[in-house]
């Protein structure tokens, strides 16, 4: 259920409209603080001041210690209070080197503060509000003796008098004198202590040292000074210890009372002073709430204004009765109504506040310190804003500014052709509806209700157009005002209901009602024969011709959205070819052959139109699509891989047949929602994978009725798991001899979106000599990689930077593996340019067989020092087997070394370290506590090594380890059984002194 705002916290949202000027200091927590004309002015005089670390903790509690602190501040200045020293202690607890010895003993010398009885004056310990309050009225003049500020019952007296003054005025919840008070709550008491008036005693009579006041304090007079508080010949603290403070009286641009802050020429800033806040409401107010809430009296004795967003309401008087039950023009849900008195001046505001929904129109541009807003429902109800430069801000304005993108909501107030607020507005995702009233209300399948705010125009179509079809299986998304009022609704343009259909043929075509069988898309990268319902209906990509007009269509080649009934028939709506009006979501066809697509060149224009330009960002789904001649020419037949985002992708678009280029999708915002490619994958490093191990798990999903099957690979240089998602096993089958997967071999693989494997084709051409081109992926020996033969390539386009694998076989006697610096040489002559240049971050995969038992692997990343490391660590540079070389712009981001020779590792000293095997873990305990332990007959390199290398292990299989006992480790795993038994095999050896772990 959604929890509605009070209408406190409402308040606290219209109270960030005043704008805190550059004299004003800036925290870091400020979104935090509810007293901000209190704290901005009491910091900026220096009476309280933040941490070093930019915050003002507002709700951290002040110390007697920080007060005296605050007292000494604002009597005698920030800068002379600082030079406070104490000559003796003046407390036994509070030492003459203490941070507060000076204020403590000033503030005691002067009356204003006491210690206990004990001696001591607990500098440390929290201030009750009583307390606190009872230091202000002593800066203030009261005496304590005189106004009964001792004794059993003295904070009565001092609650009476602090009230009395309004030293609490502002105050959003009663004022509790037993509770401690926070910074924030100080800052507030000791700002109104500003503006109070300073005391003094009719006679006093001096005896000895000690002075007794008379009994009756009189407002101190001000005749000689400037009155910067109040115009009113009396002494305000402020007038008297702080000369160069100064506040005005103004209104706001809602036309509220506001007091603007001068210190010192510069100004502090500018708020709402909500001491004359009569009350408030949301929603409709009628003329008998503002009669109850003003009374008779001051309704007829005073001038009263009514303002809507800052215009002049024109108030009628007679609207204003006990008996006017109907609401007040201007007010409705979503509305703010704030009612102020100004007793000094005899006139009393009414201020009514409109929030409205804004959008970005774009990107916050920092350059310019601007962000451009749409404000929807602003003037009239119409769904756009004026268009002009008065609905901009600046991140100098509003924090939110900064992080704002195109699309972005915000709730904002709006007067004098300005923003004057701005917030984020809550939204709930994901929203089915099960009834709707126009102008009124939705309620959605769980039974939540929204009433509509007063403003709430976006979006027009989406508000005013529900129908059937239009609830059916759609989803919304609902923008909330502050007190939860549905300000706006949208249909969540899922990336899922759209498709794209490569061609159709229709049947049944002499009834109305004639169907059509499509090949289509979808964003997962599957693709399926789909039955469309009504071919009289759906139309081609022009939306006038039928389908059911024509015999079918093989290069249809459209986007469309989609619906699905009950039988599993789909309803298809071809996608608009332009962003025009209300439309949202468009489609295009760059057909320019040869263009790129990646992280550089990220624009698709339509280019038979010359229109559509649009743009992929991480969002962007790319479809690499399958294309065959099955009978009528190329079609599009399938998805080879699923990439989402531009930086994932290097594509290259055939443009030069059909279907050929890439058909996009995009939205207003003109970023591609998806793209459907033919064109060379480029890129795809990260596409190719090593495979080092049969299928190894096998998972069942009874629920879905589906199987997930795992198989190790190695891609760019890192061990991953290979997953397929199906009912049978297609793509990463077991080893043999019909073109199922290979241990060993290489794989160019496709993902859905949900990264299962959709297909794996194997690499079996690998190039050599005259038959590199420009089309070459992979290439067979280094000295071809380099072009070192004697006859040229076939083809003179042919280029290093397109390769992504390269394979040397290696022979003892005859090559030999060697690195120098970044060139990794695979020549007797280490000096002859047949080298490949690798990343100084390479990652290294060795593969290597002992004690005639094949398949043992290593894996070396920066930590473990790459393949300088991996090299090092190989039983000879002169081997039989094979490296292969992962590249990318004609560098090797990673490298795979198989040695088929039986041998044993070394060590950095050359020395060969005993191996361990760490053979079993078992359940010990029903609590999943388990104890791995070393195989019998097998000692560690050192235990200090074998419990890290037992540890990583552990870890990286799940489970959590809490404890070592000389051997053996104790460790967790959530989901494990008592009784149940876990093998779990390592292999633990040092190579260049550090500790690595792999698979046994």
Same mark, same amino acid.
């Given at each position: ?20 000027? $550059?004299?004003? #200091? ?7 603080? %509810? ?22 903790? @507002? ?22 209070? $600082? ?35 004990? !001696? ?86 001096? *005896? ?25 010949? #009396?002494?305000?603290?402020?007038? #008297? ?15 509220? @009372? ?27 107010? %009628? !003329? ?30 007679? =609207? ?72 901009? *801000? ?12 195109? !699309? ?43 009433? +509509? ?12 157009? +529900? ?59 599957? $693709?399926?024969?789909? %039955? ?160 080092? &191990? ?22 760019? !240089? ?29 794989? #160019? ?9 959709? &297909? ?52 003892? &006697? ?54 300088? =490391? ?60 388990? %104890? ?41 795993? =959530? ?11 390592? *292999? ?13």
């Amino acid at each position: 259920m959604k929890k509605f705002l009070s209408l406190v916290l409402a308040l606290i949202m219209t109270m960030s409209l005043v704008t805190i000027s $550059a004299g004003a #200091k800036d925290f870091t927590d400020d979104d935090k603080v %509810t007293y901000e004309e209190a704290v901005a002015v009491m910091s900026e005089i220096g009476v309280i001041d933040g941490y070093t670390d930019g915050t003002f903790k @507002p709700q951290s509690g002040l110390t007697r210690g920080a007060a005296a602190k605050i007292i000494c501040n604002m009597i005698l200045g920030p800068t002379t209070a $600082a030079a406070l020293r104490a000559d003796t202690a003046p407390f036994k607890d509070v030492p003459v080197d203490h941070t507060f010895a000076g204020y403590i003993a000033y503030c005691a010398q002067q009356g204003i503060i006491s210690g206990y009885t004990d !001696g001591s004056f607990r500098p440390a310990a929290p201030l009750t509000n009583f307390a606190f309050m009872k230091m202000l009225l002593g800066a203030l003049g009261y005496n304590a003796e005189v106004e009964g500020y001792v004794g059993g019952n003295c904070f009565i007296n001092v609650a009476k008098q602090a009230i009395g003054i309004g030293l609490n005025a502002g105050l959003t919840e009663d004022f509790d004198g037993g509770k401690y008070a926070t910074r924030e709550e100080a800052a507030l008491f000791a700002f109104n202590t500003l503006k109070a008036t300073m005391v003094d005693y009719d006679t006093t009579i001096t *005896v000895g040292n000690v002075t007794i006041a008379g009994s009756r304090a009189y407002e101190v007079s001000n005749n000689a000074r400037v009155e910067g508080i109040k115009e009113d010949n #009396k002494m305000q603290f402020a007038e #008297k210890y702080f000369t160069k403070l100064s506040v005005e009286a103004s209104t706001d641009a809602f036309e509220r @009372p506001t007091n603007d802050w001068t210190y010192d020429k510069k100004a502090v800033g500018s708020f709402v002073d909500y001491t004359k806040l009569v009350t408030s409401f949301e929603g409709e107010v %009628t !003329g008998k709430d503002l009669y109850n809430a003003l009374t008779a009296a001051t309704i007829k004795n005073n001038t009263g204004y009514v303002f809507i967003d800052g215009k002049d309401g024109k108030f009628n008087a007679a =609207a204003l009765g006990k008996n006017k039950t109907e609401a007040l023009y201007g007010t409705d849900n979503g509305v703010l109504t704030e009612v102020y008195f100004d007793k000094d001046n005899s006139e009393f505001t009414i201020a009514v506040i409109n929030t409205y929904l804004a959008e970005a129109d774009a990107d916050y541009n920092e350059k310019m310190d601007n962000l451009s807003l749409t404000i929807y429902g602003l003037e009239g109800g119409v769904k756009t804003a004026k268009e002009d430069d008065d609905a901009d *801000v600046s991140a100098d304005d509003f924090a939110l500014v900064e992080d704002a993108e195109d !699309g972005d909501f915000f709730l904002v107030t709006y007067a004098k052709d300005a923003v004057q607020s701005m917030e984020l507005p809550e939204i709930v995702e994901d929203v089915t509806l099960k009834s709707f009233k126009k102008t009124s209300s939705v309620t959605t399948t769980e039974g939540d209700t929204y009433k +509509y705010s007063s403003s709430a125009t976006y979006d027009v179509e989406v508000l005013d157009e +529900y129908d059937q079809d239009n609830m059916k299986e759609t989803t919304y998304k609902v923008y909330l005002d502050t007190y939860g009022h549905l300000i706006g609704i949208e249909i969540v343009e899922d990336v899922k209901n759209y498709v794209f259909v490569t061609g159709y043929e229709t049947f049944n075509s002499v009834l109305s009602n004639a169907k059509a069988e499509a090949f289509a898309i979808f964003m997962d990268g599957t $693709a399926e024969t789909i %039955t469309v319902k009504d071919a009289a209906k759906t139309k081609e990509g022009d939306n006038s011709t039928a389908w059911k007009a024509l015999t079918g269509n093989e290069k249809l080649n459209t986007w469309y959205t989609y619906k699905t009934d009950k039988n599993g028939y789909y309803t298809l709506e071809p996608v608009a070819q332009n962003i025009t009006g209300d439309v949202k979501v468009a489609q295009g066809w760059d057909q320019t052959n040869d263009k790129e697509l990646n992280k550089n060149h990220v624009s698709l224009k339509d280019t038979a139109g010359d229109k559509n330009h649009a743009y992929a960002n991480d969002d962007t789904i790319f479809l690499t699509a399958k294309v065959k001649n099955v009978g009528k020419g190329e079609q599009i037949t399938g998805v080879a891989a699923v990439a989402t985002g531009i930086k994932n992708v290097n594509l290259k678009l055939d443009g030069t047949s059909n279907p050929e280029g890439a058909y996009f999708l995009y939205g207003k915002n003109g970023y591609i929602i998806a793209a459907v490619v033919v064109a060379d994958d480029l890129a795809a490093s990260s596409n190719y994978a090593y495979i080092i &191990g049969s299928v190894s798990q096998e998972d069942y999903d009874s629920a879905e009725d589906v199987w997930t099957w795992h198989r190790s690979a190695v891609i760019d !240089g890192k061990e991953v798991v290979l997953k397929e998602q199906g009912t049978s096993l297609t793509y990463l089958g077991k080893d043999a001899d019909n073109g199922n997967m290979q241990t060993y071999g290489w794989y #160019k693989m496709s993902y859905d979106a949900d990264g299962y494997v959709m &297909g794996a084709e194997p690499v079996t051409d690998w190039d050599t000599g005259a038959g590199l081109d420009k089309d070459t992926i992979a290439v067979d020996h280094v000295v071809y990689f380099n072009n070192g033969i004697s006859s040229a390539p076939a083809d003179s386009s042919y280029d290093k930077e397109d390769v992504v694998l390269v394979r040397q076989n290696m022979t003892a &006697g005859s090559t030999k593996l060697t690195l120098e610096g970044h060139t990794v040489y695979v020549s007797e002559d280490p000096t002859h340019d047949y080298g490949i240049d690798i990343m100084p971050d390479a990652d290294a995969v060795l593969i290597y067989k002992k004690d005639g038992k094949d398949g043992k692997k290593a894996f070396f990343n920066e930590e473990s020092g790459n393949v300088a =490391a991996a090299i090092k660590m190989m039983e000879s540079d002169d081997f039989n087997g094979v490296v292969y070389f992962v590249m990318k712009d004609g560098v090797a981001t990673s490298v795979i070394i198989k040695c088929t020779d039986n041998w044993t590792t070394k060590d950095a000293e050359g020395t060969t370290p005993i191996i361990t095997d760490v053979a079993k873990v078992e359940i010990s305990t029903a609590t999943t506590t388990v %104890t791995l332990t070393l195989a019998e007959g097998k000692t560690a390199i050192t235990p200090a090594a074998a419990k890290a290398a037992a540890g990583v292990a552990l870890e990286d299989d799940g489970y959590v380890v809490t404890g070592w006992n000389n051997m053996a480790v104790t460790a967790t795993k =959530a989901g494990l059984s008592a009784n149940s038994e876990v093998t779990f095999d390592v *292999v633990v050896y040092q190579a260049n002194g550090t500790t690595v772990v792999v698979p046994a």
